[in-house]
Nanobody, 118 residues
C-alpha cells in the first residue's frame, strides 16, 4: 500500500518560515518525480513546484519563486518544502504528489494545512 504523509503545517505569522515534509512508503522513492501542490479554500489546486528524481533540478510557480525551496533526501524517502517570507496568500492545504515513472502511477498525500496570519 502506497502512503505519502505530509507533516510540518501550522499557523505562522506573515514573514515567517515553515518547512513541510512528505515521507513516502510503498514506492521506489528514487524513481519518483515529486511535486508540491496547494489548494486554498474555494479554489482549484495549484502547482507550487517540483523536483526531479535525483534532486538536481527543481521548478517553481512564479508566486513562490525566490521564497520556497524544494529538496529531497532519497535515503529517507522524503521531500521537503522550505517556505520563507510567507504571506497570507500562501494559506492553503499543501499536498505532495509522486509520479512514479517506472510504473506510470500517480499518488497523493492527505495534505497539511498552512495558515499565514497575524
Amino acid at each position: 500500500q502506497v502512503q505519502l504523509v505530509e507533516s510540518g503545517g501550522g499557523l505562522v505569522q506573515p514573514g515567517g518560515s515553515l518547512t513541510l515534509s512528505c515521507t513516502a512508503d510503498g514506492i521506489t522513492f528514487s524513481d519518483s518525480h515529486m511535486y508540491w501542490f496547494r489548494q486554498a479554500p474555494g479554489k482549484e489546486p495549484d502547482l507550487v513546484g517540483s523536483i526531479n528524481t535525483a534532486g538536481e533540478d527543481s521548478n517553481y510557480a512564479d508566486s513562490v519563486k525566490g521564497r520556497f525551496t524544494i529538496s529531497r533526501d532519497n535515503a529517507k524517502s522524503t521531500v521537503y518544502l522550505q517556505m520563507n517570507k510567507l504571506k497570507p496568500d500562501d494559506t492553503a492545504v499543501y499536498y505532495c504528489r509522486a509520479w512514479v515513472e517506472t510504473k506510470k502511477s500517480l499518488y497523493w498525500g492527505q495534505g497539511t494545512q498552512v495558515t499565514v496570519s497575524s
